[in-house]
């Protein structure tokens, strides 16, 4: 379903930050990308929802193909993604409710479906009560559970999660990652970028390591 093969990129005139990334995961699969702080971790997962482009190589995910298709189409692949960030990207003047149901505004849902599918998101991120709560009210953990609600919304291909546990404390941490695992049992693809290898060290996921512009792979 995400195909990408030997990605390359430089930022302007400095040393090449990816040199050769190739991995591919499955729909319903489920990997981390790891690897050191400023390794490029994010800027592969920017690739994926272009914003940015390599220098050479490609991405495919599904029927799109994400490094050649023309800027009137990056909307639409985005609708076949989700994306949560480390700090979470509400908009502050929202409520959790209102942040969730934007996402299916945008997308043309009536307000019927949008009603019930922001309960059903809600619930599944165990936030139904705080569904009025603006994110200033909220924890960090609840704020990325609403991120993670938001993302959900228009049932994606793909869940992208870049370092979504870096601003949580290791509690949050945890409880997150096993928020993101339930919703791929339930059916959803992930990719999770983090440098955050100590809360992952023990958890049975497909690891892809990111070192000196290279992924290699390592199932533990
Ligand atoms: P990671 O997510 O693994 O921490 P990033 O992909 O954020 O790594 O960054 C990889 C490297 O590229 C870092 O050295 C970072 O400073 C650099 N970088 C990222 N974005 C830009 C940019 N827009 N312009 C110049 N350099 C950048």
Redesign the pocket.
Known sequence: MLIVRNLSKS??A?EP?LRDVSFELNRGEMAVLT????????????MIYRE?RPDSGEIKLDQYNVTKIRPYQIPRLRRHLGVVFQDFKLLPERTAWENVALALEVAGKSRRQISSRVTELLRLVGLLQRSGNYPHQLSGGECQRVAIARALANQPLLLLA??PTGNLDRENSQSLLELIREINIQGCSVLM?T?NVDLLAALPYRKLY?KNGMVTESIE
């Open positions: 930022y302007k400095g930050i690897g050191p702080s400023g390794a490029g971790k994010s800027t592969i997962l920017k940015e870049d370092e970028a440098h990111l």
